[in-house]
């Protein structure tokens, strides 16, 4: 079965102090893909990044990166130089076609706390 | 926006109530997700449907069911509620069925069980 851990509960940073979150995933598919969502105080859920498990490039977007390494089934996720408007729960998550369909099987989440 | 609507966004009630949550997916979207997150549980997968048949079920409970209906608009019913259906229900839509695509979720509807 598919599982993704999240160990991080909470995590707290100063703000323009970059913080990493991590994401270590389970999964026996060969080919699978890997999601970041952020969940603000709002609510929603708001994806962020997708990443197949072909393509081991990292990735960068503006204060976000994004580190896959599948030799230790992990997909971290980096923001550099937070802001409070970081301050968000960040969820993990990986695709999961047991049972068929396309859904997602999420991490318990990181509480990021960014403070001024 | 994600374009994806679910309506109430909170609602109240009472245990052994029924309630039905409604989702309009995004536009041209024929996949449909229910999550549920609660404290305890986290992010839990409920069921999908894709153009109006059930694609795969997670871990709902018979008290709950649902159904896509062929304008794709999607409604959760939940029963005999217990104290534990506390949550806040998502739904998610997507295109297809296959997983190279992100789901796009709504705001969520919470519900309190009093």
């Known amino acids: 079965a598919q599982k993704v851990t999240q160990a991080q509960t909470e995590i707290s940073v100063v703000e323009k102090e970059d913080v990493t979150l991590d994401c270590v995933y389970e999964?026996?598919?060969?080919?699978?893909?890997l999601f970041w969502y952020k969940q603000p105080p709002s609510g929603e859920l708001v994806f962020l990044i997708r990443?197949?498990?072909?393509?081991?490039q990292n990735e960068i977007s503006g204060r976000y990166s994004w580190n896959f390494q599948k030799s230790t089934s992990s997909f971290n996720f980096t923001i550099t130089a937070s802001q409070v408007v970081d301050s968000a729960v960040y969820f993990c998550?990986?695709?999961?076609?047991?049972?068929?369909?396309?859904?997602?099987?999420f991490g318990t989440g990181t509480q990021l706390k960014v403070e001024l | 926006d994600s374009g994806v609507t679910q309506t109430p966004k909170h609602l109240i009630t009472a245990t052994g109530q029924r309630v039905t949550l409604r989702c309009s997916p995004r536009?041209?979207?024929?996949?449909v997700y229910w999550y549920q997150q609660s404290l305890d549980q986290g992010l839990q997968f409920l069921i999908q449907?894709?153009?109006?048949?059930?694609?795969a079920k997670g871990n709902i409970l018979e008290r709950f069911s649902a159904q896509q209906f062929p304008d794709l608009h999607s409604e959760l019913n939940l029963s005999s509620l217990e104290l534990g259906d506390s949550a806040l229900y998502f739904c998610?839509?997507?295109?297809?069925?296959?997983?190279?695509?992100?789901?796009?979720f709504g705001e969520g509807s919470r519900l309190t069980v009093l």
């Open positions: 999964t026996r598919d060969t080919t699978y893909y």
């Open positions: 998610a839509s997507s295109a297809g069925t296959i997983p190279t695509g992100e789901l796009f």
């Open positions: 990443r197949n498990s072909f393509d081991e």
């Open positions: 536009s041209g979207d024929l996949s």
């Open positions: 449907y894709y153009n109006g048949e059930e694609r």
């Open positions: 998550a990986l695709s999961d076609p047991t049972g068929g369909g396309n859904k997602l099987t």
